[in-house]
Each structure stands twice: as structure tokens, then as C-alpha cells.
């Protein structure tokens, strides 16, 4: 079971990973203005208002490359994941689904396979975090446990 939760831990760290490079190597060219300011789900008030914000797209951007770093390292695999999880989700709720058949959106599966990460532990399976969970202080241990 352990090999497949680490092969499922690297293809979603490639996954996020080559999104965030792909914005980040845009040198500036890409952004979420569209997104958010066409944006008719739950969050779109709050996404309009986002809308043309250059923090947000740097944002979007680094969290997208650090979490696909943590996760294809197995470094804080716990935190990155719900935080990937929680990306998900704001993308989900930023558009109604077209139909009863949309429902079920690639994102919200991505969160729910983010959340499976968060929980199994899958950074201490050929991950860092085996290691880190020696080396960091007691206090910091809920980043990775």
C-alpha cells in the first residue's frame, strides 16, 4: 500500500509543482484577473474583489511551487497538503458547475486526494519527513504529524 501512496504523493507533487513553474516562468505574464473577476460561484464577491491584485497572483503562484516542492520531497507533506487542499477548494467554489455532471469537479477531487495525503502520513514513506520529525522541536510537530 506504501508504494502506491508514495507514487500518488509525487504525481500530485508534479502536479502542482509544474502549475506553479509554469506561472512562474510566465516572467510576469500570467495572472488570476480573469479568473477571479469572471468568477459566479460562492466566493465570487470576494473574488471580484481579489480581481487584479498582484499579491494574489504571487501568491497563487509560490503556494502552487512550494507545496509540489514539499510534496515531491516529502517535506511537510501534512501542511502542504491541506494548504493544496484548501487552493482547491477556493478553486472550486469560485465557479457554479454547468450542470449536475460538473459537480464534480478535477479540483475537488484534487482536495480530497490532498486531505487523503494530509492524513495517511505519506511524507514519512520515502519522504523527508521521517527525518524532520527527529529534528524539530516539540512545538513544531503538528507541521508534519
Known amino acids: 500500500m506504501g508504494i502506491y501512496i508514495v507514487v500518488l504523493r509525487i504525481v500530485m507533487g508534479l502536479l502542482m509543482l509544474s502549475a506553479g513553474l509554469e506561472k512562474v516562468l510566465s516572467k510576469g505574464q500570467w495572472t488570476s484577473r480573469d479568473f477571479l473577476a469572471n468568477a459566479n460561484g460562492l466566493l465570487a464577491p470576494w473574488f471580484h474583489r481579489l480581481a487584479g491584485k498582484r499579491w494574489v497572483d504571487r501568491l497563487n503562484t509560490w503556494a502552487l511551487t512550494l507545496a509540489g516542492v514539499a510534496l515531491l520531497a516529502g517535506a511537510f507533506v501534512k501542511i502542504a497538503a491541506i494548504l493544496s487542499a484548501i487552493l482547491m477548494l477556493l478553486y472550486y ?53
Open 93 to 145: 467554489f469560485g465557479y457554479k458547475p454547468k450542470s449536475v455532471y460538473y459537480i464534480f469537479k478535477e479540483t475537488l477531487v484534487y482536495a480530497f486526494i490532498f486531505l487523503f495525503l494530509a492524513a495517511s502520513g505519506a511524507g514519512f514513506l520515502w519522504g523527508f519527513d521521517r527525518y524532520l520529525a527527529n529534528a524539530l522541536p516539540s512545538g513544531l510537530s503538528w507541521l508534519i504529524y
